[in-house]
């Protein structure tokens, strides 16, 4: 063999590696694609100031440590957990669940101004709502399950009201994500309406 075929030979070899290894990071970036979720719709359209009559401010909510992680935890069986490195939430859980609330809060509160931390509130608030998820249980086929002890507490000093919600919702279609997300942001739903309840017969029976 020449000289000049085996210098042809190694500059082919070298060659066929360097593209090797620049097919590398493409393939781990497929592997790698994360896909990021969001309990929360789009708020309600605030109400003008002469609209608004009293103030709710919903904290951000005390959740299992099991579930309160960046990443997606499925319920896999009675005794194992998931966490999806690939499937994550765009903010702290406990952020979005009282995110959530509040959306849901504010459509089915007529004449409240409803806030969560990260709005505000500017001033001490009418109404402040806690929220402590107790267990929380999301599957991509069974859906999700959640329960809820939450107060409301008045700054004007009546006496606080308190409840506990337990709500189940399926996924549809089961096996997705974004179907199991979706499921989860259903029992906010349910949740957001005994607090809705509480609050407006205390509102109205105060009038």
């Known amino acids: 063999m020449t000289a000049a075929a085996t210098t042809a030979r190694v ?16 393939a781990c ?13 789009k708020g309600p359209a605030g109400l003008p100031p002469a609209a608004v009559r009293y103030t ?7 959740v299992p440590e099991a579930v309160d992680r960046s990443e997606l935890v499925l319920r896999i069986s009675a005794t194992e957990l998931a966490v999806e490195d690939g499937h994550r939430w765009v903010e702290p859980l406990r ?3 009282a995110r959530a609330v509040a959306d849901d809060l504010a459509r089915q509160l007529e004449g409240a ?11 001490r608030s009418d109404v402040e709502i806690t929220i402590d998820v107790q267990h929380l249980d999301v599957g991509l086929a069974e859906g ?5 002890a939450w107060t409301a507490r ?7 009201r308190t409840g506990r919600s337990f709500a189940r919702a399926r996924s549809a279609p089961p096996g997705t994500h974004d179907a199991a997300v979706a499921a989860c942001a259903a029992t906010l739903e349910s949740v957001a309406d005994d607090i809705a309840r509480s609050v407006r017969s205390e509102y109205l029976s105060r009038r």
């Open 95 to 97: 952020t979005g669940i």
């Open 113 to 123: 101004l409803v806030s969560t931390s990260e709005e505000g509130p500017k001033n």
């Open 154 to 160: 008045w700054a004007d000093g009546r006496p606080p």
């Open 56 to 62: 709710v401010h919903v904290a951000p909510a005390s």
């Open 11 to 26: 500059i082919a070899a070298a060659t066929a590696a360097a593209l090797g290894w620049l097919a590398i990071p493409s």
């Open 29 to 41: 970036l497929r592997s790698t694609e994360v896909h990021y979720y969001t309990l929360a719709s």
């Open 144 to 148: 999700a399950a959640i329960e809820v």
